[in-house]
């Protein structure tokens, strides 16, 4: 497969901070067009740096090769998205300000993105809280502007950080319901990190399992469940439990390895 | 609501009516000696003489003239001098030393030198005022652009904001609640170095009144000034914490 027809091409990639503090050792993974993978592992195996290496934030340094879309990573790149733990919205705007807030700095025409951020919040089932300031909004319909002002940017590569990491349990189940419908219509690739092991399983094509100390891939699993998924009918699926458990001992194995 | 607040209001009225009515009685008994501590109907007297004649607006003029010139000019240069800390941050260090000595003295002190150089009117009030409005605005200002969020930052990054885009769209908005918090001290502040210059010599002003009256026992007339003072400050904070609101009516 060439390069270009990947959105992320990760080989052999090394990476360490202060020269001796390895964090990333000889990772390969290659995200393909439209293809939703999930980063999942303990604290500290690397995946939000591998994250922040495709984002450009992270410079990297060691072996090996990366590219995004056939390129270099780099900040600010028009053709990746990034959506944070956090939903980073700005306090001072409404809803709608900072859906369009993404469009705005990339030089989409105001009117433009007006209308296509109208259009996304009412998507994410928001209508009628254009004008509401963030605080006046429930966590889980903040993190649903934030994924508006995500898709509005219409970047074909989204690299998500533990998007819903904060919400509680119901809200995320509805979030993850409204992701797996956004990915469906935009089809977009992405890469998403997560703890949630039944949250990699609903929403990926596959789940990547990384390990720390050095942050490495243990396992690369295709997540073989039909779409368009739903949450609720996922529950009742009993192959989704099994991939659920082939996850859990990927990552238990992992574990005793790291205690041994 | 409004009945709720009348209720209150009433009951702020019916109190400060039976202190002045205690004061004025144990002060008529002698039980407290109207010499050192004044009394109520005395300072009554003395504002209303004084409302009349238009000395108390000629002395409060002077003095909120000195305050708000001081602090319109001292927050003025603290804020243009944060920006360049932020911008150079050599400069900062460079500076720190330099600004803590400064900062750390008690500025009143410097009262005598600036009268020396300024002279007896407005001048020398003014450069007091804006030595104590400075330095707060300026730690303000820093802290509030340092304290912008980080996530905020990073999201810029990715979306390849320019530096003008994120300064303007993110840091200065998120900055201005601490910014604000630092211009509402420094008014206060301004305000304080005014009266103490006005104190210490002065051609007119609510400070040299003081000063004055204190100095020729007019325990009446330094009662009523204080007054004065203390409804100056409670109007100062109130226009600020006002002005906050609509300002800052996200947060």
């Known amino acids: ?260 | 609501m409004k009945a709720d607040t009348l209720r209150w209001g009433g009951a702020h009225i019916v109190f400060i009516a039976v202190l002045l009515a205690l004061g004025e009685w144990l002060t008529v008994n002698r039980w407290l000696d109207p010499t050192f501590v004044g009394q109520p109907s005395g300072v009554i007297k003395f504002l209303w003489d004084n409302i009349a004649t238009g000395k108390l607006w000629t002395d409060l003029g002077w003095t909120m003239a000195g305050t708000l010139i001081s602090f319109a000019l001292g927050s003025t240069a603290a804020l243009a001098v944060g920006l360049l800390f932020v911008a150079f941050p050599k400069v900062e260090k460079f500076l720190d030393p330099y600004l803590n000595a400064m900062n750390v003295m008690p500025r009143i002190a410097l009262a005598p030198l600036f009268i020396l150089w300024f002279g007896l009117g407005l001048g020398s009030k003014i450069a007091v005022g804006c030595s104590l409005t400075f330095f707060i605005v300026l730690s303000s200002t820093v802290a509030g652009i340092r304290g912008v969020s980080q996530d905020h930052l990073t999201l810029c990054k990715t979306l390849g904001a320019s530096p003008v885009t994120t300064f303007f769209q993110v840091t200065l908005p998120g900055a201005v609640p601490v910014i604000f918090s630092g211009l509402r001290l420094g008014l206060i502040y301004a305000m304080l170095g005014v009266i103490g210059a006005e104190i210490i010599a002065s051609e007119k002003g609510l400070g040299q009144s003081l000063a004055y009256l204190g100095s020729t026992f007019e325990v009446n007339g330094v009662m009523a000034l204080l007054l004065v003072l203390a409804l100056l400050g409670v109007a100062v904070v109130r226009t600020m914490t006002w002005l906050e609101k609509r300002l800052l009516h996200w947060q």
């Open chain 1, 1 to 260: 497969m060439s390069a270009t027809s990947l959105a992320i091409a990760a080989d052999g990639v090394h990476l360490s901070f202060d020269g001796t503090n390895q964090v990333l050792s000889d990772v390969t993974l290659h995200v393909r067009q439209g293809e939703f993978v999930s980063l999942v592992g303990p604290s500290g195996c690397g995946k939000t740096t591998l994250l922040n290496l495709a984002a450009g934030l992270v410079a990297h340094t060691g072996k090996g090769s990366l590219t995004v879309g056939g390129q270099a990573p780099r900040q600010g790149n028009p053709q990746v998205g990034y959506m944070l733990a956090r939903d980073s919205l700005m306090p001072w705007k409404t809803a709608l300000g900072n859906a369009m807030f993404g469009m705005e700095v990339r030089g989409v025409p105001r009117a433009q993105a007006e209308e296509r951020a109208r259009a996304m919040l009412q998507e994410v089932g928001l209508a009628g809280f254009e004008n509401a300031l963030p605080k006046a909004l429930s966590h889980g319909m903040r993190q649903r502007v934030a994924l508006a002002r995500t898709f509005a940017m219409g970047s074909p590569l989204l690299l998500m950080d533990e998007p819903f990491g904060a919400l509680d349990a119901q809200t995320k189940l509805q979030l993850e319901d409204l992701l797996l419908r956004l990915c469906q219509q935009y089809k977009q690739s992405v890469l998403f990190v997560t703890h949630d092991l039944s949250e990699a399983v609903a929403v990926s094509d596959r789940v990547v399992v990384m390990t720390s100390r050095p942050g490495r891939i243990v396992a690369d699993i295709p997540i073989d469940l039909p779409r368009p998924r739903s949450i609720r009918e996922l529950q009742k699926d009993p192959h989704f439990h099994e991939l659920y458990a082939q996850l859990w001992s990927h990552l238990e194995s992992g574990w005793s390895k790291h205690e041994g």
